[in-house]
């Protein structure tokens, strides 16, 4: 009876970790930005130089050719996109955290992949400062 309920346990743990670890698979590559939307809209073409790279458990942050940030990110599982962005987000959605540098106890940063578009949220919409910012794979 223990040995199956440490199978199970095996089974769960392991399910979960290989979710994280496919986020980071389709995450990692080089993402244009082409819109950010706040208090105020803004669209950006293609070669517009702001770019964001992810590699293995490396990032880096361009902008218009001058890198501006980098370093190592991690993705954890999180279920708190709605209360962390003060916003209506259907369940199933934004369930997958970057963790820049280690810093827990920045605002949370939230993804989610669909096709070649990254889209990234954080701050709090219904006060204004959120920020939904949709990258294109290049």
Known sequence: MASLFCLLILLF??????????S????EGVWELRSVVAMLSST??????H???FTGNKYEITDNGQLTR????????DRTASTST????????YTSRIIYDNNINTGTTFFELSGNKLTIIYGC????????SEYERQ
């Open 24 to 27: 980071v698979a389709r995450l």
């Open 13 to 22: 743990s392991n399910g979960c970790k290989k979710e994280i670890n496919s």
């Open 70 to 77: 980098s370093g190592e990110f991690e993705i954890i599982e």
């Open 86 to 93: 003060c916003s209506s987000i259907r369940a199933g959605k």
């Open 51 to 53: 770019i964001i790279s």
């Open 44 to 49: 950006y073409p293609p070669g517009n130089g």
């Open 125 to 132: 919409f219904a006060v204004d400062t959120g920020i939904s």
